[in-house]
Each structure stands twice: as structure tokens, then as C-alpha cells.
């Protein structure tokens, strides 16, 4: 054999190896190649295009590979009442009548009939798309809103949720001057400029009841305290948490600890089942480990830590898990 051919086939057994041996070792790196590319194509597009579920950075319908969050967060459940989903489960029903022990309660599938004959009855805001960047702000009344300037922030979203009585005149720059939706029940309701949409939390039927009375007749002044007996807000703004969805915050996401949720708890669960994106404000105790009111001097007041109705570090820790999986971006204020 002359040498040259040798050459060729100690060439060739050396390429062959190489081959061989080059081929083995990519196929046990990347069992599949195919996949190996898609997996980092699609995480590029995703950074790029948010994963197509909504037009925001993060979208919360997004799926989700925390088993915490997958396991609690249902959409299939309602936040507001509509006629359609106003009939109660049994147990729900059972429930929600043992919140504050009515003992006269009027038949409720006949005040509800009544209610949806004054305010609008129509399924609200559960329209996530590829295209909506709903954001929002939720704004309990923490004593730590005191000199935060979060004004500019909070009124930058679309929705912005406050409760029960809080003030926004003489604190704009620190919790801003829009409100889009006003939580309260009977016993903690404030007047309400038009454009904001009063959301009742009905803890018992003549909470229904009271809601009709205050937009019409204004028969109702007592529930187990004195109530306004009419409340300026906009009739056809008026919605209705739902019962059926209020169990399931109590049971699933509090895996019930309190005798039931509080209000701050229960605006931010609305928030996450509408929203993209959800920043929150005035949750928790100030620096000095305060629980007062924003708008209150006297530091040891508006104790909703010691109502001994919620569990108010349990709330608070559900809260925090949400921002450390990017769930909500929660402001501490000062
Ligand atoms: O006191 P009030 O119930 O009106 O406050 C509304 C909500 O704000 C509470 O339900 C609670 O979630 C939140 N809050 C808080 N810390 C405070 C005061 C209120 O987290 N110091």
C-alpha cells in the first residue's frame, strides 16, 4: 500500500471518531436539540411579547410553575354576583349566614330578585385577553401611606380599589385623588363621587337589604349598629362581592384562619382575579410597628390587628408570599 493511502485512511478513522464520538456527547447534553432550541426561542419571545395573555409586562393569568399560587388561583370563581351566579351552595349558604348570626334573615333568592332590579346585572371585568393590560392599585388604610408620597403612583393605574372609610381629601400626595371602586359593607359605607363604583361585601341578607333601602326608600337604619340610611353613590356603578367567591378567599387562601377575611384581604383578592397587574399600598403596620389608620393621629387606633374577627399576620403573610412570587408588587410605605 503506498504511503499516501495510508495517510487517507488514518485521515478518515481520525474524522470518523471525531464524528462518532462528537455526536455522543451532544445527544447526551441535549437529548433533543429540536427541544434545546425551542426552549430558549420561546423564552426569548416570551421576555419579548409577554407570553401572549395579556399586553402588560406580567400578566396574572399567565400559567404558572408555582405549585402555591396554581393550587389557590381559581378563575372559574366569579368575584362579583350576578342573578346567574347569585344561587348559593348549601354549604355557602350555611356559611355565609353563620358571618354575623342573622337571626330574621328575609328570603334571599327574593331580595336578590329585587336588588338586580335596581343595580346593573352584568359580569364584570373578566374579559383577560391577549391585548388588555388592565393594572391596578389596592390601597388599605395603613398608617404607613402617612408621608409616603405614593399619590402620583397609585392614581396611575386604571382600577384603583380603596375601603370602608377612607379619606383621600388633605392626603392626595400620599394616596392619591382617583377612585374607581370603593369596597365597604353597611356598617363602614361613605358617600361616593359618581363616577366611583360602590362594591357592597354582603355579610348577611339585610346587607342585600340595606343596599336597595340606601339607593331608594332609605328604610334602613339599624343593622346591629346605625347605618346611613341613604348613600350618594351612582345606582348603576353599584356591585356586589359574591358570596360564593368570598368562601372561596376564606377557605382556599386563608385556609381558614379568622372568622372570616378582612376587607383590605378581600379587595386585593378581587384585584388579583380582574387585574394584569396589581401594586398594593397601605397593608401592614408602619415602621414603629403601628396598625392605625392613615389619616388618624392617634397611633394606637383603627386596631384591625386586634378586631379578633381576622387573623391579621396570617393575611399579612399570604400577602407577602404573593410579592416574593412577583404576584403583586407591594409598597411598605414608611
Ligand atoms: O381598618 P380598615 O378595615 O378600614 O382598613 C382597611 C384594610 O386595610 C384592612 O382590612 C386591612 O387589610 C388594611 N389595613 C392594614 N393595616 C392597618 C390598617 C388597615 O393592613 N394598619
Partial sequence: MSLFKMRKIRAFTLLFCIITFSTFLFSYTFPDPSLYFYKYASRWSDSLFSKGFCSCHHCMTEPDDDPWFTERFNQSVHPFMTTRNSVLSEETFRWWQWLQSERQPANYSQVVEKLFQVIPDEQLYMDANPERCRTCAVVGNSGNLKGAQYGGLIDSNNIIIRMNQAPISGFEEDVGSRTTHHVMYPESAIDLENNTSLVLIPFKTLDLQWIISALTTGTIKQTYLPVMSRIKANKYRVIIYNPTFFKYIYDTWLE??????????????????????VSVFGFGADQFGNWHHYWEENHL??????????????????????????????????
Fill in 256 to 277: 381558614s384562619h379568622g372568622r372570616y377575611p378582612s376587607t383590605g384581604f378581600l379587595s386585593l383578592m378581587i384585584a388579583l382575579h380582574i387585574c394584569d397587574e
Fill in 301 to 334: 387606633g383603627g386596631a384591625f390587628r386586634h378586631t379578633g374577627v381576622h387573623d391579621g399576620d396570617y393575611e399579612y403573610n399570604v400577602t407577602l408570599l404573593l410579592a416574593d412570587k412577583h404576584k403583586i408588587k407591594l409598597f411598605k410605605g414608611v
